[in-house]
């Protein structure tokens, strides 16, 4: 089972410096241990992680969205600007709970059609589990756009796909 996920590698004029304060200015800075309630109005577009030339980032929401990718960036230096390579994906939360119920409608349409031989509930539990997995891929494709766009936002659209 493939987990949705999303690439893509953007090419900027901007040193990597000023490309990492950019987005060093919009993330509110996490240490993943605590939990901080959101402000309202605050100017932070994202929440996450920044070390080096690597981030982990993810839209900065007011309550939980199960659907939100994380934003894994890497910045490479070049002579004439920046390389950013970014990757978005899922939280492991998100990543076991899809795992954990298409197992469990997998088994149960095994178990309904083996063990009670009814083609009915078989066929209702494989196709709840494809409408959760085609549901999740969805809302997911949705998200990252979201981000995508307040990521290009961020970056004043100096770069280039």
Do not use: C
């Not at 990492?20 to 992680?49: C, H, N």
């Not at 209702?124 to 409408?131: E, V, Y």
Request: charged share 20%; no cysteine.
């Amino acid at each position: 089972m493939r987990t949705p996920e999303y690439s893509e590698v953007l090419v900027s004029r901007l040193e990597a410096d000023q490309v990492l304060e950019r987005v060093s200015s919009a993330t509110e800075q996490e240490d993943g241990m605590s939990y901080s309630i959101p402000q309202t109005g605050s100017s932070f577009l994202f929440t996450g992680k920044i070390k080096g030339y690597s981030f982990f980032i993810s839209e900065k929401v007011a309550k939980a969205d199960s659907f939100l990718p994380l934003v894994a960036g890497k910045l490479e230096p070049t002579n004439k600007g920046s390389i950013l390579f970014l990757d978005y994906r899922f939280f492991p939360s998100t990543i076991f709970f899809l795992g954990f119920w298409s197992v469990v409608t997998a088994l149960l349409t095994i178990f309904f059609l083996v063990v009670h031989q009814n083609w009915l509930y078989s066929l209702l539990s494989f196709f709840i589990g494809a409408i959760n997995y085609l549901f999740t891929w969805s809302n997911f494709k949705r998200k990252v756009r979201r981000s995508q766009g307040l990521l290009h936002r961020m970056l004043d659209v100096q770069f280039k796909d």
